[in-house]
């Protein structure tokens, strides 16, 4: 099984940017579909953003369309979410998840498409 671990967060102001890094060991992430996830206390976990194997598919949550990016360097293990323009509001704990796929192309949005999950990194976003 693969094992994730997140790395990047930290405090940023309105506006600001963060690169958050998920590497991956145990397995190839080349075999899995990656996603970004984020939640706060008392909130349900909200979809980010999803990479399918060979990154030529993406597909973000509406709130973060044109600020967001995700991208992967499967050589490195590595799945990458460079956040622009960072609200208060997006201040959550963020986790890149994994489900390992035979098909190239496919990307998932839920929660409970993914079966390998990292800690998390936090994100706090001052106004």
């Known amino acids: 099984q693969v094992q994730l671990v997140e790395s990047g967060g930290g405090l940023v102001q309105t506006g600001g940017s963060l690169r958050l890094s998920c590497a991956a060991s145990g397995r190839p992430v080349s075999a899995h579909i990656m996603g970004w996830f984020r939640q706060t206390p008392g909130k349900e976990r909200e979809f980010v953003a999803a990479?399918?194997?060979?990154?030529?598919?993406?597909t973000y949550a509406d709130s973060v369309k044109g600020r967001f990016t995700i991208s992967r360097n499967n050589a490195n293990n590595a799945v990458y979410l460079q956040m622009n323009s960072l609200k208060p509001e997006e201040t959550a704990v963020y986790s890149c998840a994994a489900r390992q796929s035979y098909y190239i192309d496919y990307v998932y949005s839920r929660f409970s498409d993914y079966k390998t999950w990292g800690q998390g990194t936090q994100v706090t976003v001052s106004s």
């Open positions: 990479i399918s194997r060979s990154g030529g598919s993406t």
